[in-house]
């Protein structure tokens, strides 16, 4: 039996977590964010290719635009993806991660479209509530203040806002 695969969302993420390494060495947030997208299309790719058409949709954030993983002589900075304790702040590394994942879905489009798979990254709109933030009081408390102009993906809220207009 073949199984057919025709649509992926990758959308697996972590947010203002402590510094910390995984078992591969790696730094937590980059290697949740965005290696782990990143292994799992590759582990799926012929299925993805084999079910054609499909795609892959990577869900990131409109955070990517508020950081580089360049140096200042334009190279890729492998230490920026993955940085050491004295070198990281939660949000960098976030936003970072973030535009891997943009960039990982251009070049995934570039490459396997010819075979039938398109690749998009998305931005899932203004801060959908979740629990992301709960790893720091401050962005517990910026989560709080723009919960008013946020989405939620609790349904009763969904019913209620239905329900008023």
């Excluded at 073949?2 to 290697?31: I, M, R, Y």
């Excluded at 590759?42 to 635009?65: K, N, T, W």
């Excluded at 489009?109 to 992301?132: D, Q």
Aim: proline content about 4%; some cysteine.
């Amino acid at each position: 039996m073949k199984l057919s695969l025709h649509v992926l969302v990758c959308n697996a993420a972590a947010f203002a977590l402590p510094w910390s390494l995984t078992k591969d060495g790696l730094e937590t947030t980059f290697q949740v964010n965005h290696l782990g997208h990143f292994y799992l299309v590759q582990l799926l790719q012929d299925v993805l290719c084999h079910s054609a058409p499909a795609r892959v949709v990577v869900v990131s954030s409109e955070s990517h635009r508020f950081t580089d993983i360049n140096d200042s002589s334009g190279k890729l900075d492998f230490s920026r993806l993955s940085p050491s304790k004295s070198d990281y702040w939660a949000m960098l590394a976030y936003n970072r991660s973030k535009l891997c994942n943009i960039l990982f879905s251009n070049e995934l489009h570039r490459r396997l479209s010819p075979r039938g798979v398109t690749s998009n990254a998305v931005h899932p709109g203004n801060m959908m509530y979740s629990s992301i933030h709960r790893n720091w009081w401050v962005y517990t408390l910026l989560f709080t203040l723009a919960r008013p102009f946020t989405k939620s993906m609790n349904f009763s809220d969904q019913r209620n806002v239905m329900r008023k207009t």
